[in-house]
C-alpha cells in the first residue's frame, strides 16, 4: 500500500478539480473588479501572531493549531486563517491608509474531519484595510454573496449580527455571563467550561441549544455609534438587494472582532455542515498586534464547502478543441495545427500516445470538448474534418479556419 493524504487533507484532480477553476476564477474575476488586488502572505507564521490576532481563548488557538519549533527553536503555526497575516503584513511594512487584497489558499485547522469539515481546506477572502464606513463592510458581504452566485448556489441568505464596540461587547460578555450562571446547572460540562473561559462560546453549543435561545443579545446592547453603523449596513444591504437575516446570536468563533459580523448560509448546505464562509469588521485587531488603530472589515469563503454545494453545470466543460490523428504520417502537422490553436487562445489538444481513431475519439469525449477536428487524408487538399460534438454535425473546413468553426459553436 502506498502512502496515503494525511486524514482530514484531500486531493482533487481532474475533472473533478474543473468546479474548483471556475471557482477559483470567479473569484479572482470579482476580487479584481471591486478593486482588491492579490496578497501573497507566508503558509505559516509566528505561533503568537495568532494567539494575539485571532484570541488564545477560542477554538482555533486552544485547540486547533498546527505548531510546531523550527530548527532555530521558534515556534511557528501553520495558519488557520489569513486576517491575521495581512494585518501583520500592512503594519510590517508601514503603511497607512486603505488597502485592498484578496488571498486565496490552504489554511490548517486541526479539527475532527466530517463533511465540509478538513483539517487543510481552502479560503478565498478579502481584506479591506483602513476604512471605517459602514459602506466597506456592505462591499465587502457583497464580494462574498456575489461569488455563490456566480458558482450557482442559490437561496443564499446573510445571517447579520452587530457584536457593537469593544466596550459594548465587554459589557455583554458580563450579561451573557450572568444570564448563563443563573442557569449553569442545565448547561453540558462543555459549556461550563467555556462559560469560565469564553462565555460568547456558549452561544455555540448545539446541545444547549434551549439555554441559548433566551440569551440577551448583542443587539439591545449596542452602544449609539455601533448601532447607526449597523443601521447602515442594513440600509446598504438592502440597496443592494442582498438578503439578509438578523441573527442575534451569531458571535463567530475568532476573538478580534467588533460591530458586524457575518456568514453565508444556502438551502443546498445545512446549517449543521457550517457555513460557506464568513467574515466580520476587526477594527481592534491592528492594536491587538501592536499597531496603530486601523479601521479593518473581511471575509473568507470556504472553497470546498461551496465547491460541494455547486450544482452540476450542464453542457459541456472544456469548450475547446480535440484533434485526432486519423493519419499517422501527418502527426507532426497536426501537433502543429493544435498549437496554432493553441496560440490563438483556444484550449485545445491531441493524443500523444498513437493510438487508435476510436480511442482518440474515446479520449475527446471524456474531455466533454466542443469540437474534434481529424487531420487525415483531406489535409493533403489543404482540409481537415471538423465535427460538433453536441450535434454530430460534420464538414470538411479548410485549415486555418478550424478555429473560427469551433468559436461559432
Ligand atoms: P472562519 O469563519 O473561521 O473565518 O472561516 C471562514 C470559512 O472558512 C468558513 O465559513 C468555512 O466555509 C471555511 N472553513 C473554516 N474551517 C473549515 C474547515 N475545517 N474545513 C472546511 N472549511 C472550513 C475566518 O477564517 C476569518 N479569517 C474570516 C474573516 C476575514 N474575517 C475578517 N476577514
Known amino acids: 500500500m502506498t502512502t496515503r493524504a494525511p486524514k482530514g487533507a484531500v486531493d482533487v484532480l481532474p475533472p473533478e478539480s474543473g468546479r474548483w477553476r471556475r471557482l477559483l476564477r470567479a473569484f479572482d474575476s470579482l476580487a479584481e473588479r471591486y478593486g482588491y488586488g492579490l496578497a501573497l502572505t507566508p503558509v505559516f507564521e509566528a505561533t503568537e501572531l495568532f494567539s494575539r490576532g485571532v484570541g488564545e481563548e477560542t477554538e482555533i488557538v486552544s485547540k486547533q493549531m498546527y505548531t510546531f519549533t523550527d530548527k532555530a527553536g521558534r515556534s511557528l503555526t501553520l495558519r488557520p486563517e489569513a486576517t491575521a497575516s495581512v494585518v501583520r503584513a500592512y503594519l510590517q511594512e508601514g503603511r497607512s491608509g486603505v488597502l ?109 441549544a434551549s439555554v441559548v435561545a433566551g440569551a440577551p443579545a448583542t443587539l439591545d446592547h449596542l452602544g449609539a455609534a455601533a448601532a447607526t453603523h ?32 457575518f456568514e453565508y448560509q444556502a438551502s443546498s448546505y445545512t446549517a449543521a455542515q457550517g457555513a460557506l464562509g464568513g467574515g466580520g469588521r476587526y477594527d481592534p485587531l491592528a492594536e491587538l498586534l501592536g499597531g496603530p488603530p486601523t479601521p479593518g472589515v473581511g471575509l473568507a469563503m470556504g472553497v470546498d464547502r461551496i465547491v460541494g454545494a455547486m450544482p452540476e453545470v450542464s453542457g459541456r466543460e472544456d469548450r475547446g478543441v480535440f484533434v485526432v490523428v486519423a493519419d499517422p504520417e501527418r502527426r507532426e502537422e497536426a501537433l502543429d495545427l493544435v498549437a496554432a490553436l493553441r496560440t ?51 464538414e470538411a473546413v479548410p485549415i486555418g479556419e478550424v478555429a473560427a468553426w469551433t468559436q461559432a459553436r
Open 100 to 208: 485592498k487584497c484578496a488571498y486565496s489558499g490552504p489554511m490548517f485547522r486541526y479539527e475532527q474531519p466530517q463533511a465540509g469539515r478538513r483539517r487543510q481546506f481552502h479560503q478565498v477572502g478579502v481584506e479591506y484595510l483602513g476604512e471605517p464606513s459602514p459602506d466597506a463592510d456592505v462591499e465587502v458581504v457583497e464580494v462574498g454573496y456575489r461569488l455563490l452566485q456566480e458558482a450557482g448556489i442559490r437561496e443564499v441568505v446573510v445571517l447579520l449580527n452587530s457584536l457593537g464596540d469593544p466596550a459594548d461587547r465587554a459589557d455583554y460578555r458580563t450579561r451573557l455571563r450572568s444570564y448563563l450562571e443563573e442557569r449553569a446547572e442545565a448547561l453540558s460540562a462543555e459549556s461550563r467550561r467555556r462559560l469560565a473561559t469564553n462565555p460568547l462560546r456558549v452561544l455555540d453549543s448545539k446541545e444547549d
Open 344 to 394: 490563438g487562445g483556444l484550449a485545445a489538444d491531441s493524443d500523444l500516445g498513437d493510438r487508435s481513431v476510436k480511442a482518440q475519439f474515446r479520449a475527446a469525449a471524456r474531455r466533454g470538448v466542443t469540437v474534434v477536428a481529424v487531420v487525415g487524408a483531406e489535409w493533403a487538399r489543404g482540409l481537415v474534418t471538423v465535427r460538433d460534438m453536441a450535434t454530430g454535425e460534420e
Open 230 to 261: 449597523f443601521a447602515a449596513v442594513r440600509c446598504g444591504l438592502e440597496r443592494r438587494s442582498i438578503p439578509y437575516e438578523i441573527a442575534p446570536r451569531l458571535v463567530r468563533g475568532l476573538d478580534y472582532y467588533n460591530r458586524t459580523v
